[in-house]
């Protein structure tokens, strides 16, 4: 399994910033996934995700800023996130599992994970 983000760089306060996260030996459909961010100081964070029933889920601390959506024929899925604010400065990582019933905000439930893609929101 392998999971693949990109999109990540440097942009503006009040932009917004669309990521990938491309899957090979896992599929999204029919499974769960979470994208996840790490800010330099701060804990893991789950932001978004969609449970195995394809429901979206948004953590509330992101205050309806987010969207998480996918591409089923690409194996694909998008995280945007708009109105960027210098405190979104994170990695962001994907993960996904094939076992978990619905979704879980639980990170430490997901089996497979990405990278991370770097997001610096400048002021």
């Known amino acids: 399994v392998q999971l693949v983000e990109s999109g990540g760089g440097l942009v503006q306060t009040g932009e917004s910033v669309r990521l990938s996260c491309a899957a090979s030996?896992?599929?999204?459909?029919?499974?769960?996934m979470i994208w996840v961010r790490h800010a330099p100081g701060k804990e893991r964070e789950g932001i978004s995700g969609i449970g195995r029933d394809g429901k979206a889920q948004s953590a509330t601390s992101m205050e309806g800023r987010v969207t998480v959506s996918s591409d089923k024929a690409k194996n694909i899925v998008y995280l945007q996130i708009n109105h960027l604010r210098p405190e979104d400065t994170a990695i962001y990582y994907c993960a996904g599992d094939t076992i978990m019933n619905g979704f879980s905000w639980y990170l430490g439930a997901w089996t497979h994970w990405g990278q991370g893609t770097s997001v610096t929101v400048a002021t």
């Open positions: 030996g896992f599929t999204f459909n029919g499974n769960a």
